[in-house]
């Protein structure tokens, strides 16, 4: 274990939103939906266009854009699992989401 730095902590600002990935329309362009099932774009900065790949039910933090009309935001972050886990642990989680991040990782169940 390397000690000193604890990864990338994240969590999101008074601004930003955690947002779930609905699907792709293409032009870098992504809809998401917030915890209180808002819809809009968000749109993806061009520093990631190369190395980040986004998919249906990824979450992601997003900044506002002022004058947006269809795309209201731009992508801050991914979140990965261990990121979800750890807001979940310190309460930042939204609880319309943690029911969804809990479906998509128990897989079918039987019942």
């Given at each position: 274990g390397s000690s000193g730095s604890s990864g990338?902590?994240?969590v999101p600002s008074n601004q930003q939103q955690i947002v779930?990935?609905?699907?792709t329309p293409g032009n870098n362009l992504h809809e998401v939906e917030t915890a209180q099932g808002q819809r809009f774009l968000v749109s993806m900065p061009s520093k990631y266009r190369k190395n980040i790949?986004?998919?249906?039910?990824?979450?992601?933090?997003?900044?506002?854009?002022?004058?947006?009309?269809?795309v209201k935001a731009e992508?801050?972050?991914?979140?990965?699992?261990?990121?979800?886990?750890?807001?979940?642990?310190?309460?930042?989680w939204p609880e319309a989401f943690s029911e969804v991040a809990e479906k998509h990782n128990s897989g079918p169940s039987s019942g």
């Open positions: 990338e902590h994240i779930r990935v609905l699907r790949w986004i998919k249906r039910g990824d979450f992601l933090i997003v900044d506002p854009i002022e004058e947006g009309e269809k992508i801050s972050f991914v979140l990965c699992k261990d990121h979800v886990r750890s807001l979940q642990k310190e309460g930042f």
